[in-house]
């Protein structure tokens, strides 16, 4: 069972086996699978097999990441698969995208079980990645298996797979392996990961994502936790990080404040706008599931819609300095962290971004405003991982087939020039020859995607493996 | 051996064993001791026999703290001594005050050895509660049991002991067992738990303390972590934290922005200030021995000075928010926690200073500026300790006894009109008939107190007891 192999890929928690579980599954589903290993040379695994494919090793002879100049070491294989059609062997080809890792399962105590358990109850089937994205990508493989076998291993175009163990992380190799692999990759169209389902039971398909910068600040100040006595003359390293994070982004508006942080941001053209108003977004179901009151900025209608696709945002997603367990104690710590995540859309760096970020820190440490001299405590910004964001274009020819699938499938269906989420689209643009991307599946809020109790609904996953085959039949006719 | 004890007063642990080996040692050098409980009746425990007092008892019929309002169960005993002078029964008798609970020892890792070792190496010995306040309390031991022996018994004046339990949590009940067991514990003036040498090797007799008010601040947003995606319409519990925190301290000049914070603050009368000019700070030794290399808002001089003593701080001590482990996770943090020690001068009262901490929350969230609505996260802020300051007058007549043996022990001496530490000084001045306190021993800033690797020197342990033996001999002659 898929949701048990706990793929954390956070950690780096059992890759390979997940990855050649995913192979099984294909392979038993008739799609010709292997691993795609990335190392000092690139090493192919068909079954049981090892091979070394020198040929290919020969186009990457440093042994670094083209993206991250890192050494190539061992990070996660890919699954790649492949099946193709007899009858329309020239036809168009599908590539599908997807993930085998999953987000960390933490806070494990909230979890009702098991957070790897893949239960069922009632209509739900639990555990983390039952819906992100492990479920997503069984509707594939079912659907293309189930032309397989009604047709004597027959379908009606060429379908591809690949699915990375790295998305969580922010996919740092999938450049990597897409330049590597660019060839045997190529294709017409990327079915993406997932889709999902709005309040109104629509199957929402969208066009885009925006991008990602994550970062880690680190401030250091006392070469030990001291006694807070001294707090008077000693600066406090999480007070110094708490200012940052305020001089970064205004609470009340959301507006980043770094200079520049703006300048490319693409904006929307006016049948997107159009696009964006049509979008179902239902503000009182998301602030009960999410148990919140009002919407940051008290943003709503139309603002709201155009925000989720089209603003950038910064987030901290985790803090930690000193001591926080039982009670008290009296220290100024050593040491103050934060883990923040800025979400970027199409035209903006991420690489240019940071650099934005690391000059913002360099004037602002300590400043109640600027010109003031630098203080004591030391700031350390860490680059985590980078994604640009990408939107396809709504008048692209994979649009209406995909939107009449999905309409088919769950008996409605509308169209999203972005979801808020990030994922490396942008990417297969790039290397794939210009190929969009499209996003469909059967996800809903309610499945608590990178929340505990995540899980995915079973008519869905029907429901998303209908859509996904019809895609296939409708691209074969193009 | 006492630093084996474990006595970590944040976690509650081994109180009761610690305090029967304190009385053990008591015991062993002649001074007469015993535990004093407190429940739902005053329980006093004599080496191993237990009985209950119900006439002291009838005194506290609720069952309630007097400070806290808190049921009075199970929280650590007292260890109280008492040592008659035969030669010179109605002279003066001296309280020594200490207590036998340490800090936290985290974080673990970044001790040499078990924190709780003991261990002897050249002229140090380690552990947690070494210097703080484990050796200094045996100095008070060892110096009474000196005359014990030299004399047959006598002592040149009374003495007691009072030795509790929750000095490191801030003392939350010692202002209970104080007017519970007053008469019991009558004295002419309080020897405090500890002094410092400094870098000049003086002894530093000091006068007074800070008071302090440990708060914790909890932010609550939505009911999980959830998908940073949605960071452009939940507002981030992380960041409402950092804008409370910012919006309190000033990190420039360390000045609290918390209306009337300031109100009741006693300032220095002429005489204090010279003293606080006398008195000795070497600044680029405590930068070496914490690793900093400037000081907040840069102090010097006598600026740093009177600010160590008497300047009010606000210190965050910790902070816990989301997922800081391996990685990232992008998540909007459900809640956003902060540790936060004010500490406080004489006639600043913590559950006012609290007060007005819930006021400017209530007035602050959310907001950029004032007057404009409140926002989504819920904010808690928890009182979980508070103490009053307090200081001696430089002319208490006990003064310049105590500053002469000082000086006769360590070679020289000095005043200091406060530390820039809290106790619970005010507490035995209220309740003990105006007690002053003063306060004498051992430790220097190289011993790390609250920090890794604790220790206290052997041969200030030494001087330490001699200063105490000559503070008693003198006593004994007024």
Known sequence: MLIKQPSVSARNTSPVST????MQIMDKAGIRAELLYFGRNWV?????????????GQTCTTGQSKTTNKPLLEFPPIVYGEAKSKSNPHGKTILFYNHYDVQPEDPAKL???DPFSGRVEGNRIYGRGASDDKGELITRIKA?????????????????????????IGSPHLRDYLLQYKDKLKCDVVIWESGYIDSKSRSVVSLGQKGILCVELNVIGPSNDIHSSHAVLVENPAITLSKIICSMVSQRTGKILIEDWYREVKGFSRKELMTI???EFDEEDFKRETGIKSFANN???????????????CNVSGLVSGYWGLGFKTIIPSTATAKIDFRLVPEMDPHTQFQRLQNHIARKIGLEKEGEPARGNKVEARFLTGEPGYRTPLDNPYVTPVVQAAKEAFNSSTISVSGAGTGPMYYFYEILEKASSICVGGSSISDKIHSPNENFQIDNLVKATKCIAKIIEKVGKL
């Open 19 to 22: 990855a050649r579980l995913v």
């Open 44 to 56: 192919v695994e068909k079954g049981q097999q090892h091979e070394t494919d020198n040929t290919q």
């Open 111 to 113: 979890w009702k079980d």
């Open 144 to 168: 293309v298996e189930y032309f397989l076998q009604a047709t004597d291993g027959d379908l009606p175009c060429n379908v591809k797979f690949i699915v990375e163990g790295e998305e969580e």
């Open 277 to 279: 108003a049509q979008e």
């Open 299 to 313: 943003k709503t209608g139309f603002d709201a819609k155009r925000a989720r696709v089209g603003e950038p945002t």
